[in-house]
């Protein structure tokens, strides 16, 4: 991601918390290498997002709930929490998430769990915002 993005961060302090040395570590590896979590864990720091968004659709597109370490639709919440400039001149995308969005939320109705009504309310935002 860093040599797409033409940006080289420093390495990471050994006193940098895990999550900062989580995100310097991912930076560096190949985005087709980035697993459910590490996509997770980027697209809530909003790091790297324009480069791994369309890694994150195509999972999204295979499994609209994936979760990585967390609950069920844990990387779609860390898509649909992503600033609303993201989705601005990006016409074809903004309709490949409202499409995922859409598919979830017919799903998310047989889920149980804290992440339930925070996953349905996000959903739910994003199609009312994207119609």
């Given amino acids: 991601m860093q040599d797409i993005e033409g940006d080289i961060w420093p390495a990471a302090s050994p006193k940098d918390t895990y999550l900062v040395q989580t995100v310097h570590r991912l930076r560096q590896v190949p985005i087709v290498e980035l697993g459910i979590e590490d996509l997770r864990i980027l697209l809530s720091q909003n790091v790297g997002a324009a480069a791994i968004l369309p890694r994150a659709l195509d999972q999204l597109e295979a499994d609209p709930l994936a979760a990585g370490h967390f609950s ?48 349905r309310g996000l959903v739910r935002k994003f199609l009312s915002d994207h119609p």
């Fill in 72 to 119: 069920p639709g844990a990387l779609l919440c860390a898509v649909l929490r992503l600033p609303q400039d993201r989705w601005s001149g990006s016409g074809e995308m903004t309709d490949q998430v409202r499409g995922i969005a859409r598919r979830a939320d017919a799903l998310v109705v047989e889920l149980e769990g804290a992440q339930v009504p925070e996953l």
